[in-house]
């Protein structure tokens, strides 16, 4: 077991655009999605977040980054970029916050940067919403896409790995439930 103070955590969000609707409307204009990628793991968790009009900046990022105060430990090393305000990640209580600019994303120490969750970002996630379909969307929605997404990346990039670690864990679940239920029976019978 990974020691928690020395999780490094690295934390990144992209804006999703949207173009007009046919009627000429726009439903929704942007969407932003967190990403957190835990390297000890290498397990990604995503949110998407559906910015409020009229907020300042501080005010928006503050919205992003308020779903990492829910399963994210405080002493994990949180990697990011200059764009997120570290001052914003020390009032929700993390510790240890390193910010890397643009430039140095690109560099040759990526332990120092947060360019595997950035790449993630823009890479996969923002390719699988075309900015047509994302006004079509409702948050919840999007929120089930990008939660399969992570589900399969941990699990299976292919749908027959990912069926076959699905019925693995229901197999592990029933076995424990089975167990469990021949335990309280089993005392019944004293």
Do not use: W
């Not at 430990?73 to 916050?97: A, P, Q, Y």
């Not at 910010?99 to 690109?106: D, H, P, Y």
């Not at 823009?122 to 919840?140: G, M, R």
Request: net charge positive; proline share 4%.
């Amino acid at each position: 077991m990974t020691n928690v103070s020395s999780r490094v955590l690295e934390i990144g969000f992209i804006r999703l655009h949207s173009n007009s609707t046919q009627d000429g409307t726009k439903r929704r204009e942007v969407l932003e999605v967190l990403g957190v990628l835990d390297r000890a793991t290498h397990s990604v968790r995503l949110r998407a977040i559906e910015p409020i009009p009229g907020t300042t900046r501080q005010e928006r990022i503050a919205r992003i980054l308020d779903p990492l105060t829910v399963g994210v430990n405080r002493n994990c090393r949180i990697v990011t970029g200059i764009d997120v305000h570290r001052e914003t990640l020390l009032r929700l209580g993390f510790k240890s916050v390193d910010q890397c600019s643009s430039k140095i994303r690109n560099s040759a120490k990526p332990e120092s940067t947060n360019c595997l969750v950035m790449y993630y970002l823009t890479d996969v996630v923002a390719k699988i919403f075309q900015p047509d379909a994302i006004p079509y969307l409702s948050t919840p929605v999007i929120q089930q896409f990008l939660d399969e997404l992570s589900f399969r990346e941990m699990v299976g990039h292919s749908s027959l790995t990912c069926f076959d670690a699905l019925l693995a864990r229901i197999s592990v679940q029933t076995q424990v439930s089975f167990s469990y239920l021949y335990f309280v029976i089993s005392r019944g019978k004293k």
